[in-house]
């Protein structure tokens, strides 16, 4: 017998938008609205619960990791790593070859955990995310990664 899923990991547009928020306290948060809006698309799909998940669109051979989100009471637990292999494995199946990501300049974790997953640094956007707290405005570093790798 299944159990069904616990409204924790219930991987819901709200509760996306929920971690987005508590994971993003520097940009502005996605919201539920957005998280559904994207989630209908033919093109995009979710890996990942509740507590971490990532949102991914293919076109073509090409992915884009258009955001991932680990609710900060998950953090440094391994799961955005397990979710970042769940969704190379899910873009394979699904014809990609390479995968683009824009990542915050200032945020070194992602930075970190991104180069520890193969994805090379290979461009910047500058002023490219707005701060919640009205401050400058931050730069984006372009990443991307073949695969399988």
């Given at each position: 017998?299944?159990?069904?899923?616990?409204?924790?990991t219930?991987?819901?547009?709200?509760?996306?938008?929920?971690?987005h928020?508590?994971?993003?306290?520097?940009?502005?948060?996605?919201s539920?609205?957005?998280?559904?809006?994207?989630?209908?698309?033919?093109?995009?799909?979710?890996?990942?619960?509740?507590?971490?998940?990532?949102?991914?669109?293919?076109?073509a051979?090409?992915?884009?990791?258009?955001?991932?989100?680990?609710?900060?009471?998950h953090?440094?637990?391994?799961?955005?790593?397990a979710?970042?292999?769940?969704?190379?494995?899910?873009?394979?199946?699904?014809?990609?070859?390479?995968?683009?990501?824009?990542?915050?300049?200032?945020?070194?974790?992602a930075?970190?955990?991104?180069?520890?997953?193969?994805?090379?640094?290979?461009?910047?956007?500058?002023?490219?995310?707005?701060?919640t707290?009205?401050?400058?405005a931050?730069d984006?570093?372009?990443?991307?990664?073949?695969?399988?790798?």
């Amino acid at each position: 017998m299944t159990t069904p899923a616990s409204p924790k990991t219930q991987l819901t547009p709200e509760a996306m938008a929920e971690t987005h928020a508590a994971a993003f306290a520097l940009t502005r948060p996605w919201s539920a609205h957005e998280f559904s809006d994207l989630i209908e698309s033919p093109t995009c799909f979710v890996v990942g619960d509740a507590q971490c998940f990532a949102l991914s669109r293919v076109i073509a051979d090409e992915a884009e990791l258009l955001t991932i989100a680990t609710h900060p009471d998950h953090q440094r637990q391994g799961h955005a790593k397990a979710v970042m292999d769940s969704l190379h494995s899910q873009l394979q199946t699904r014809g990609a070859v390479q995968i683009f990501l824009e990542v915050a300049a200032p945020n070194l974790g992602a930075l970190a955990l991104y180069e520890s997953l193969g994805y090379l640094h290979v461009g910047r956007r500058k002023a490219y995310y707005t701060p919640t707290s009205g401050g400058e405005a931050l730069d984006a570093i372009v990443m991307q990664r073949k695969l399988p790798i």
